[in-house]
């Protein structure tokens, strides 16, 4: 069975500031990793993803993840936070294609101005 | 990415009622998903409802609680039965296919029990 860690509840940043949210990951095999975005009174929105390939994955909103099998994390950054970041993370796994999700619990970004 | 609509988009019930949520999508898709999002918490998947066939739940769900119906390849309905103020929840539906690898969710119910 697949698991999926978020460490954080709340990550608060500063306008401006770089930001990560942290995420390690259980699966069997190669992973399917993604991250997805909920904002308020809205739906999940899908940010990005890592399949195979280069470990460092670039996904809407300027946001990147960089996968690391050895440390089994796909932490998800942003080189400069906007307020309008702020938003409930979520990070998710698959063992394959399609397949069901399994999300992480969560982590709330807060970017101060 | 698909275009993702429910209905209704929230709902307060009373106890021992039941609620039918309706998913549709704008394209043919193969997988379709539901999940519940409890107060403050994580998604939890409920039920995979592939067309043609019967739905596969996820341990902790069964069907005569969540019966989920998929008749077609663009729509799907969840209904959550004899609901008690525990089913209080975000319900969510998704799909995959089309040869992409990550799921669209829709902008889900937000169902009250009282």
């Known amino acids: 069975a697949q698991s999926v860690a978020q460490p954080e509840d709340q990550v608060n940043v500063a306008e401006g500031n770089p930001l990560t949210v942290k995420c390690t990951y259980s699966?069997?095999?190669?992973?399917?990793l993604f991250w997805y975005v909920q904002y308020p009174n809205r739906g999940l929105q899908f940010l990005l993803k890592?399949?195979?390939?280069?470990?460092l994955v670039k996904g809407s909103y300027g946001f990147e993840a960089e996968f690391n099998k050895s440390q089994t994390s796909f932490h998800l950054k942003k080189p400069s936070a906007l307020v309008s970041d702020s938003a409930l993370y979520f990070c998710?796994?698959?063992?394959?294609?399609?397949?069901?999700?399994?999300f992480g619990g969560g982590t709330r970004l807060m970017v101060k101005p | 990415s698909a275009v993702i609509s429910q209905k209704p988009s929230r709902d307060i019930c009373q106890r021992g009622t039941s609620l039918t949520i309706q998913c549709q999508v704008d394209?043919?898709?193969?997988?379709m998903f539901w999940y519940r999002q409890q107060p403050g918490q994580s998604l939890t998947l409920i039920a995979t409802?592939?067309?043609?066939?019967?739905?596969?739940?996820e341990s902790g769900f069964v069907i005569d609680k969540f019966p989920i119906s998929r008749p077609n390849l663009t729509f799907s309905t969840l209904t959550v039965s004899n609901m008690s103020p525990e089913d209080s929840s975000i319900y969510l539906c998704?799909?995959?296919?089309?040869?992409?690898?990550?799921?669209?969710f829709g902008p889900g119910t937000r169902l009250t029990v009282t």
């Open positions: 998704s799909v995959s296919g089309g040869g992409s690898h990550e799921q669209y």
């Open positions: 699966v069997s095999g190669n992973p399917y």
């Open positions: 890592y399949i195979t390939g280069d470990n």
């Open positions: 998710a796994v698959s063992p394959n294609a399609g397949n069901m999700l399994t």
């Open positions: 394209s043919q898709v193969t997988m």
């Open positions: 409802a592939n067309q043609g066939s019967e739905a596969t739940y």
